[in-house]
């Protein structure tokens, strides 16, 4: 199971069909307020990465003919509602799937698309054109109607939230051997009431003890979750606790076997536990916590 970084926003859109590309900026004003909103809506919650337009959001191609529309609506991209959609998405640190309009295009001066846009803080990342057009009311252009089209028909752009919806099966297991790795303390000081712990501090009461094996487990449990959430500095803590604590556990191991072999043994195992969450973090997991860019 992944573990979900950020939220979509799909938004539904009910605008009057502009007439003329004048009264498209009406509907890209409703866009840019419904952008802010999704934002903030899912602020408590999660962070809103990309937000989704619905077809004909910018405008419908309610003309009969190519030439009314090309008169009455037609646009180039990029153009100023583009701008304005990379501005908000730089604003709020988003993705924004345009809604559609009607494209012109110079190197296809006889014909028109109906084009949506990925729009990124960067600019544009792709322009997808409807290839199935509602024939007979549909009357700008597929792709596939071109023999000269050289753009890829269903575009793929490669975004910094992408790699954000995976953690890597090796951190997953490292989170797995934390868990396993608290569960196993826990049985050893069960079934060795005068182990390791007992033989280091020697004055400690048991409710001492017990809070303090608690603070241990709350903290381990919190740099779990932050590693789980891709914080380096997480996962730097956990090393340097490991590399301070592995070395004297493996003393009070030795000093523990002749006396009890059960536990020693179960600690030499949680011992391993540890040094093994260590190697997946910073060794096959290591790029999950690369800085991604902006």
Not at 17 to 44: C, E, F, K, Q, Y
Not at 122 to 133: A, C, S
Request: proline share 10%; glycine share 4%.
């Amino acid at each position: 199971m992944t573990t979900i970084r950020y939220s979509v926003a799909a938004c539904q859109t009910d605008f009057a069909n502009p007439l003329d590309r004048s009264h498209m900026a009406a509907n890209t004003d409703r866009m840019l307020a419904m952008i802010d909103a999704a934002v903030a809506g899912a602020a408590p919650f999660l962070p809103v990465r990309l937000i989704v337009f619905p077809e004909f959001a910018h405008a419908a191609p309610i003309y009969p003919t190519v030439d009314q529309l090309r008169q009455h609506l037609a646009v180039p991209i990029p153009n100023e509602h583009t701008a304005r959609l990379q501005a908000k998405a730089r604003e709020h640190d988003v993705y924004i799937q345009s809604g559609s309009m009607i494209e012109a295009d110079p190197r296809w001066p006889d014909v028109l698309f109906n084009t949506t846009c990925l729009i990124g803080p960067e600019g544009i990342l792709y322009k997808y054109r409807k290839v199935n057009p509602w024939i007979p009311y549909e009357v700008h252009a597929s792709p596939h109607d071109l023999d000269d089209y050289d753009e890829p028909l269903f575009p793929v752009a490669d975004t910094p939230i992408e790699p954000a919806r995976r953690m890597p099966q090796p951190v997953r297991q490292a989170l797995y051997l934390i868990v396993a790795s608290l569960i196993l303390h826990f049985v050893i000081a069960a079934i060795s009431p005068n182990g390791p712990e007992a033989q280091r501090y020697p004055d400690l009461t048991a409710a001492a003890m017990a809070i303090s094996a608690a603070f241990a487990l709350v903290v381990t449990a919190w740099l779990g979750w932050k590693i789980g959430v891709g914080r380096n500095w997480a996962r730097i803590v956990l090393l340097v606790l490991t590399l301070i604590s592995v070395p004297t556990a493996f003393i009070e191991i030795l000093q523990l076997g002749p006396i009890a072999p059960v536990p020693a043994g179960l600690g030499l195992i949680e011992q391993g536990m540890d040094i093994g969450v260590v190697y997946l973090l910073f060794f096959p997991g290591r790029n999950y916590f690369k800085p991604q860019p902006r």
